[in-house]
């Protein structure tokens, strides 16, 4: 079955860039989508289509995606960014999600 | 405003069945494919399955097919899963969550459910 990979977690200053991969086999083909999770709540998603940011995600928040690594980027990361990250693509009729990364802002 | 409201988790014996449902609201339930994602407590997230706007087409990970089955009313705009055969391994938020497209094969989740949580336990 598809795999999606995710560091567990990242670190990051304020203000700081941050960057989450999420690794797969042959993703570039693949749309992937990412999600944001703060604890207590449902996701919520941040990018989709790789690049595009939904309506009321703050620009900050950039995708891309190419080779076998998609890439969830936070340029001037803020303590409000703190959470769970998810990749996900669909594999077939399958839909994958990444392990899951916990980015901590300190 | 789009609005997921799932109900009907609880505390389930090993073995039993239950049913959950998401009540949607805001938007043109009877074009969007919906779907269920779970979450094991301090874990991941977990797609389960997955069905077309119409009905017709519906998908299930491996871990729950055969237990699991997917439905909905388009006319009461209600997502529905049952659950058979209940193991700990099931014990879980469940997510409804709306797609961005009619077929249940691809788009992506816009939209999730607060949640409601299924403890299979003794």
């Known amino acids: 079955s598809y795999e999606l990979t995710q560091p567990p977690s990242v670190s990051v200053s304020p203000g700081q860039t941050a960057i989450i991969t999420c690794s797969g086999d042959?993703?570039?083909?693949?749309?992937v989508c990412w999600f944001q999770q703060k604890p207590g709540q449902s996701p919520v998603l941040v990018i989709y289509?790789?690049?595009k940011r939904p309506s009321g995600i703050p620009e900050r928040f950039s995708g891309s995606n190419s080779g076998n690594t998609a890439t969830l980027t936070i340029s001037g990361t803020q303590t409000m960014d703190e959470a769970d990250y998810y990749c996900q693509a669909w594999d077939s009729r399958n839909v994958v999600f990444g392990g899951g990364t916990k980015l901590t802002v300190l | 405003e789009v609005q997921l409201l799932e109900s009907g988790g609880g505390l389930v014996q090993p073995g039993g069945s239950l049913r959950l449902s998401c009540a949607a609201s805001g938007f043109t339930f009877s074009s969007y494919a919906m779907s269920w994602v779970r979450q094991a407590p301090g874990k991941g997230l977990e797609w389960v399955s997955a069905i077309s706007a119409s009905g017709g087409s519906t998908y299930y990970a491996d871990s729950v097919k055969g237990r699991f089955t997917i439905s909905r009313d388009n006319s009461k705009n209600t997502l529905y899963l049952q659950m058979d055969s209940l193991g700990g391994e099931d014990t879980a938020e469940y997510y409804c969550?709306?797609?961005?497209?009619?077929?249940?094969?691809?788009?992506?989740?816009?939209?999730w459910g607060q949640g409601t949580l299924v403890t299979a336990s003794s």
């Open positions: 042959k993703l570039g083909d693949k749309y």
């Open positions: 289509q790789d690049t």
């Open positions: 969550a709306k797609l961005t497209n009619g077929g249940a094969v691809a788009g992506y989740f816009d939209y």
